[in-house]
């Protein structure tokens, strides 16, 4: 995977498969402490410590389908090249942490991807859970947030299909000016 988007996908669809219904999406770009942190917490079956030991081994896997499992450790390997490092809190029962740090500036840190796709194909994709995307940037003392909640929206679309294709518009115009106005403050 060449994009930070795209492990974060695979994480989440993790979480969805773990049983999670509320999964929370945190990418904070800190320019001023040169770092890049992203963030996935879910509700989820949690792991048991025996198994966040061993779940960054690409040749453990929960799943059947497959016998190897490469998205925590190329995720892993990726932000330890570029100075970082990944860390899981898992609770059976409770949930899942993956918390994954870059050097933001380091010369061979892949790009973010595209966040308002991303995140608009889980929601999209997994209408059932509960999904909260946070999006911070941190640049010469300026700090700004945009937060994506889908439950409200789905409160206020009342039966519409979040699939609607005006709904869909909308979304992804919604993802798309709050980010980019979040990210304003990198480039000032």
């Given at each position: 995977?060449?994009e930070?988007?795209l ?7 993790n ?14 770009e ?5 770092l ?14 025996e ?11 929960s ?12 995720f ?5 090249e570029?100075g970082?490092?990944?860390e899981?809190?898992s ?23 595209n966040?308002p ?10 209408p059932?859970?509960h ?11 300026a700090?700004k ?10 409160e ?12 869909l ?8 000016e ?11």
């Open positions: 995977m060449k930070i988007a492990h974060l996908l695979d994480l989440a669809e979480s969805v498969s773990a049983g999670a219904k509320t999964v929370q999406i945190s990418i904070c800190d320019q001023s402490a040169d890049l942190t992203t963030c996935i917490e879910d509700d989820g079956r949690g792991m048991t410590p198994m966040v030991k061993m779940v960054t081994d690409p040749f453990v896997t799943r059947v389908t497959r016998k190897v499992g490469l998205g925590i450790p190329l892993k390997a990726a932000a330890e570029c970082g490092g990944l899981i809190q609770t059976p029962a409770v949930g899942t942490r993956v918390e994954a740090r870059f050097q933001h500036s380091h010369i061979d840190r892949m790009p973010l991807g966040l796709t991303t995140v608009l194909g889980l929601s999209v994709a997994h059932e859970i999904w909260i995307f946070r999006y911070t940037a941190r640049a010469n003392g700090e947030t945009f937060e994506y909640d889908d439950q409200p929206i789905k206020t679309l009342d039966g519409l299909p979040i699939t609607h294709p005006e709904v518009a909308w979304l992804r115009g919604m993802l798309e709050g980010i980019a106005a979040a990210q304003k403050i990198l480039n000032s």
